[in-house]
């Protein structure tokens, strides 16, 4: 796979599963552009050829708009968006603070709606492009007590097989993938938050949900979404792609 010429641009890039990603296209050639609250310096050290940051609020739709026009003033545009930047907040319905809802939507959900409305024009000029949209199994299922982050989800869901119908006689294609349980750096903080086994502590994180019992690891992501870049993949549209070690099989 060759991404030589393509420019990629990852949210939330600075770090876990979006620098995962990133990491992955730019070794097959592709330039990346990272975004992120993440250390830059570091991120783009562990890229190899050319990289570019600009460090947008992704819940700004102005400063998405300033994004874009970075990317193309610097970079001649976006061949390949992964919409990757997210937050979480675990609260019952009831209880659920307003400003906390409305800042999960924004980040998890509209920000994707904005990022693709403004690479969408360049991708048609080109009549070429990937648009890979990070969700999660909670873009499919539910968890108690993640009202926004599961509504946000499953939007993106809805957001992508919409986007794919639109560009379905393109040479743009558009899709999701829906991890489970991700081994990134929040979550081994998790792990060791909980005790002095690790062994345990993963098995008793993973029982519930994940029938593998293994985490999926940012490598995996970042092959899959290379796939997608693909001519292999080029009849891949609006797809939930899930990778979960069996979570939604249940």
């Known amino acids: 796979m060759d991404l030589t010429g393509k420019t990629a641009l990852v949210t939330g890039s600075t770090s876990g599963i979006g620098l995962g990603i990133a990491q992955r296209l730019a070794a097959a050639g592709a ?26 609020d992704l819940s700004r739709p102005e400063e998405i708009e300033e994004l874009f026009a970075y990317a193309q ?16 907040h675990v609260a019952p319905v009831e209880d659920f603070p307003v400003e906390r809802w409305d800042a999960v939507i924004a980040l998890n959900l509209s920000a994707v709606f904005h990022t693709t409305r403004l690479a969408l024009p360049g991708m048609r000029a080109r009549d070429w492009g990937r648009i890979i949209n990070i969700s999660s199994v ?33 040479g743009i294609t558009c899709n ?18 909980r005790g002095s086994d690790p062994d345990q502590a993963r098995r008793d994180l993973l029982s519930e949900k994940q ?24 009849q891949v549209r609006g797809a939930a792609w899930t990778m979960d070690g069996g979570w939604t099989a249940q």
Do not use: M, W
């Open 138 to 170: 909670h873009g499919l299922v539910a968890s108690t007590g993640k009202a926004a982050y599961v509504a946000a989800k499953h939007g993106v869901v809805g957001l992508t097989k919409v986007t794919a119908l639109e560009t379905a006689r393109t």
């Open 211 to 234: 029938p593998s019992q293994e985490f999926v690891t940012t490598d995996q992501l970042g092959e899959l979404a290379l796939f997608l870049c693909s001519q292999a993949a080029a």
């Open 73 to 88: 003033r610097d970079f001649g545009g976006v061949d390949i968006l992964v919409n990757n930047a997210g937050i979480q």
């Open 176 to 193: 999701a993938l829906c991890p489970g349980f991700v081994l990134t750096p929040l979550i081994q903080q998790q792990l060791d938050s």
């Open 31 to 56: 330039t990346l552009i990272l975004n992120g609250f993440g250390d830059p310096a570091a991120a783009q050290a562990s890229l190899p050829g050319r990289s570019g940051f600009h460090g947008a």
